[in-house]
């Protein structure tokens, strides 16, 4: 069984200044996906940045960059120049990949309240 | 942008009714999932779907719940029988291939009273 490990349960950043989410995993699968969602007070759950386990290099997505850590089983989410609508709770999530025995499915982590200052 | 739809957006049913939540997924999906979110805490799995059958539920998925894609488009659970405790945000989600990234709806308010 996979579990997902966020253990900052709030965070807070001033307006541009740069923020780290962390997120630790355990799994004894190989091959699997990564994801930070945001749930902005909406509760709606969109997907911020998403990394695969057999690529070295760091996702990034503008604002949003990853470090991965395959070894340390880490996989930290960083967010620069912070803005407002950056607050938003932050579930870090794992799936194993294709061809093993979970057709998709998203073990979360308990979430982190990320709160952006003016 | 393509999106999945869920309906209602928020519930109210009282304890021991039973309840559908609708889902409609991308159209071009092939996997499908319910997750449920009590207030505060974190999202959990429930059920995956392909190919017209479950593929994988957890074990809060007893048989109080089943889902169904009765029309090709559209993705329902049901609970029968609700709890209070069953009150939490629902949330379809469905995802091209495994392994992909799942989007989800905007999750189903689900209140028992």
């Known amino acids: 069984a996979q579990t997902v490990t966020q253990s900052q349960p709030e965070m807070s950043v001033q307006e541009a200044e740069t923020v780290t989410l962390s997120c630790t995993y355990d799994?004894?699968?190989?091959?699997?996906?990564l994801f930070w969602y945001k749930q902005p007070p909406s509760r709606q759950m969109i997907l911020v940045i998403r990394?695969?386990?057999?690529?070295?290099q760091n996702a990034t997505e503008n604002r949003f960059s990853v470090n991965f850590q395959k070894a340390a089983k880490s996989f930290s989410l960083k967010i620069s120049d912070s803005q407002l609508g950056d607050t938003a709770m932050y579930f870090c999530?794992?799936?194993?990949?294709?061809?093993?025995?979970?057709?998709?499915?998203?073990?979360f982590g308990q979430g982190t309240i990320l709160t952006v200052h003016p | 942008e393509p999106e999945v739809t869920q309906t209602p957006s928020h519930q109210v049913t009282q304890m021991g009714q039973e309840v559908i939540l609708r889902c409609v997924p991308i159209?071009?999906?092939?996997?499908f999932y319910w997750y449920r979110q009590i207030l505060g805490q974190k999202v959990e799995f429930l059920v995956s779907?392909?190919?017209?059958?479950?593929?994988?539920k957890s074990e809060i998925f007893d048989d109080q719940f089943s889902v169904e894609r009765p029309d090709g488009s559209n993705f329902t659970l049901k609970i029968r029988s609700t709890k209070l405790e069953d009150s939490a945000m629902y949330f379809c989600?469905?995802?091209?291939?495994?392994?992909?990234?799942?989007?989800f709806g905007q999750g189903t308010r689900l209140t028992v009273v």
């Open positions: 989600a469905s995802s091209i291939g495994r392994g992909t990234e799942a989007f």
């Open positions: 990394q695969e386990a057999y690529k070295q």
């Open positions: 779907f392909y190919n017209n059958e479950i593929s994988e």
């Open positions: 999530a794992f799936t194993p990949n294709a061809g093993g025995t979970s057709y998709g499915k998203l073990t």
């Open positions: 159209s071009n999906h092939l996997y």
């Open positions: 799994t004894s699968e190989s091959n699997y996906y």
